[in-house]
């Protein structure tokens, strides 16, 4: 990488390894291809959101959970896709799986976790 990641997340995603920043909101991709670091591209995400639900949907678009929503990142724009439920106040964790993005959390810090499957057509 050319310089340090604070709270970053890495996915892979486009034949391509993607380490998302926090702090700064940049992104860097490692391409195994040719085994270089491709330059930084800043502005990936919005100021003050964490990346760490950031997942590939094996659909060509990345997802996330971001102030009680299910967003996508579709070319260069992030957009909400669904709405979580009002039972949600903290997502722990995000995957994906058979075409569902998993979603693991709970109503309040320290409450048992529950998980919410959404398919990728944004049924829940």
């Known amino acids: 990488m050319k310089k340090e990641r604070d709270e970053c997340k890495g996915v892979f995603f486009d034949g391509k390894f993607h380490v998302i920043s926090?702090?700064?909101?940049?992104?860097?991709?490692?391409?195994?291809?040719?085994?270089?670091?491709?330059?930084?591209?800043?502005?990936f995400l919005e100021d003050?959101?964490?990346?760490?639900?950031?997942?590939?949907?094996?659909?060509?678009?990345?997802?996330?959970?971001?102030e009680g929503n299910v967003m996508t990142r579709m070319e260069t724009t992030w957009r909400?896709?669904?709405?979580?439920?009002?039972?949600?106040?903290?997502?722990?964790?995000?995957?994906?799986?058979q075409t569902?993005?998993?979603?693991?959390?709970s109503y309040e810090l320290g409450e048992p976790y529950k998980v919410y499957e959404m398919d990728l057509y944004c049924v829940w």
């Open 100 to 105: 569902k993005l998993l979603v693991f959390c």
């Open 80 to 97: 909400v896709l669904a709405r979580l439920s009002a039972e949600v106040c903290n997502v722990a964790y995000m995957t994906v799986w």
């Open 22 to 43: 926090g702090y700064p909101t940049e992104m860097q991709v490692f391409d195994i291809t040719t085994w270089q670091w491709d330059r930084i591209q800043n502005d």
């Open 48 to 66: 003050a959101i964490c990346p760490r639900t950031c997942v590939d949907g094996g659909d060509s678009g990345l997802y996330m959970c971001h």
